[in-house]
């Protein structure tokens, strides 16, 4: 049976490349498998985090999933720190994984740069929390960008070695070990300002993305700002080699609209970007403009919010207790 687990930081608002990198495939992932998606504000606080602002950051982010098209009824939504069993799996599978399993982690190399010493425990071990999160459903697909790859190996590895270890005693395998579901190229969402940088929250530069709470005339102007180069568009991929920022603008239209590159290149080859901009415009807001109404909707009914998060968790404690309750007798806690 096919289950998936998948998690997003609660980090302010979301941007267009979230919505077309991840949301946009949970929120086709729901109707072909039972779905488990998570707020991870435990994995939040590895850094610092302000608390009003972390408390903030959940409700928007339960607010933006449901406007992007996640439906709390055909699928479990939660912020993770509802569901204790996160947290108490994490620590037994602290005593399955290898602290040279860990020491191999580059994006906590990255996340702690300089100052290793003074990064959390926490977020060392994050990957591992990580793992956790998705054993704590047998998860078997779990969507990610290809930045999580090296997490998802680990928790893979973290699911073998737990089953080697206690399975033959328990008399069966405890977590199938869960496959990624890398999201396609063609959704890797970049940099208004710069091809080479993927379109972030953390860019100094709001013209650099599109938020989900942007209106249409600050889209149009953002995408009419974007940086481009002099030429045309080519009829074909091959022209846009070596051409960051108009392959972005190619792709993005090719999201938005389902389309190819080949077949937007099709579509608009030879136009210039003072035609091809007012077009991508044009399909952005009609893409976000729904999304963005239902957001603001949303986002301040604090009592809708409180009633999608205590129902998703309750379903989603329903699974995973059952699934700790199996570990605590196969670690020797229970008889
Ligand atoms: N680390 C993931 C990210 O930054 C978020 C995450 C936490 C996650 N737990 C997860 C993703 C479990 C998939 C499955 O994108």
Same mark, same amino acid.
């Given at each position: 049976?096919?289950?998936?687990?998948?998690? !997003?930081?609660?980090?302010?608002?979301?941007?267009?490349?979230?919505?077309? @990198?991840? &949301?946009?495939?949970?929120? +086709?992932?729901?109707?072909?498998?039972?779905?488990?998606?998570?707020?991870?504000?435990?994995?939040? !606080?590895?850094?610092?985090?302000?608390?009003?602002?972390?408390?903030?950051? &959940?409700?928007?982010?339960?607010?933006?999933? /449901?406007?992007?098209?996640?439906?709390?009824?055909?699928?479990?939504?939660?912020?993770?720190?509802?569901?204790?069993?996160?947290?108490?799996?994490?620590?037994?599978?602290?005593?399955?994984?290898?602290?040279?399993?860990?020491? +191999?982690?580059?994006?906590?190399?990255?996340?702690? @740069?300089?100052?290793?010493?003074?990064?959390?425990? @926490?977020?060392?071990?994050?990957?591992?929390?990580?793992?956790?999160?998705?054993?704590?459903?047998?998860?078997?697909?779990?969507?990610?960008?290809?930045? =999580?790859? =090296?997490?998802?190996?680990?928790?893979?590895?973290?699911? !073998?070695?737990?089953?080697?270890?206690?399975?033959?005693?328990?008399?069966?395998?405890?977590?199938?070990?869960?496959?990624?579901?890398?999201?396609?190229?063609?959704?890797?969402?970049?940099?208004?300002?710069?091809?080479?940088?993927?379109?972030?929250?953390?860019?100094?530069?709001? =013209?650099?993305? /599109?938020?989900?709470?942007?209106?249409?005339?600050?889209?149009?102007?953002? !995408?009419?700002?974007?940086?481009?180069?002099?030429? %045309?568009?080519?009829?074909?991929?091959? @022209?846009?080699?070596?051409? %960051?920022?108009?392959?972005?603008?190619?792709?993005?239209?090719?999201?938005?609209?389902?389309?190819?590159?080949?077949?937007?290149?099709?579509?608009?080859?030879?136009?210039?970007?003072? %035609?091809?901009?007012?077009?991508?415009?044009?399909?952005?807001?009609?893409?976000?403009?729904? &999304?963005?109404?239902?957001?603001?909707?949303?986002?301040?009914?604090?009592?809708?919010?409180?009633?999608?998060? %205590?129902?998703?968790?309750?379903?989603?404690?329903? /699974?995973?207790?059952?699934?700790?309750?199996?570990?605590?007798?196969?670690?020797?806690?229970?008889?």
């Amino acid at each position: 049976m096919k289950r998936v687990f998948s998690g !997003i930081q609660p980090t302010g608002n979301l941007h267009l490349g979230n919505y077309l @990198g991840a &949301i946009r495939n949970w929120v +086709r992932m729901q109707d072909e498998a039972e779905c488990i998606f998570s707020v991870v504000d435990l994995h939040a !606080i590895t850094v610092a985090q302000d608390p009003a602002t972390l408390r903030r950051g &959940i409700r928007e982010m339960v607010a933006a999933l /449901i406007a992007a098209g996640l439906d709390p009824e055909r699928c479990i939504l939660f912020p993770q720190s509802r569901v204790r069993v996160h947290a108490e799996l994490a620590w037994v599978l602290m005593c399955t994984a290898r602290v040279g399993w860990l020491n +191999r982690m580059t994006q906590f190399k990255e996340k702690s @740069g300089k100052d290793r010493e003074g990064a959390s425990v @926490g977020l060392y071990t994050y990957p591992v929390l990580q793992a956790a999160d998705i054993l704590a459903y047998r998860a078997t697909h779990v969507p990610v960008g290809e930045d =999580q790859k =090296q997490h998802l190996e680990l928790a893979r590895d973290i699911a !073998i070695k737990f089953n080697n270890d206690f399975g033959p005693s328990f008399g069966g395998e405890l977590f199938p070990p869960p496959e990624p579901v890398i999201e396609g190229p063609a959704t890797r969402v970049m940099s208004l300002r710069d091809g080479s940088a993927k379109m972030s929250k953390s860019d100094p530069s709001d =013209q650099s993305r /599109i938020n989900l709470t942007d209106d249409a005339d600050t889209i149009a102007a953002k !995408i009419k700002r974007a940086k481009t180069d002099p030429e %045309a568009l080519p009829s074909e991929p091959a @022209g846009l080699a070596g051409r %960051a920022e108009a392959t972005n603008l190619v792709n993005l239209m090719a999201a938005l609209t389902d389309r190819s590159i080949a077949q937007v290149l099709a579509d608009h080859g030879g136009q210039g970007f003072g %035609a091809f901009k007012p077009a991508l415009a044009d399909v952005m807001v009609a893409k976000l403009a729904p &999304i963005t109404a239902r957001f603001n909707a949303l986002k301040d009914d604090a009592s809708a919010i409180e009633a999608i998060c %205590a129902r998703g968790a309750d379903r989603a404690r329903a /699974i995973a207790e059952p699934v700790l309750a199996d570990v605590h007798r196969a670690v020797g806690f229970t008889a």
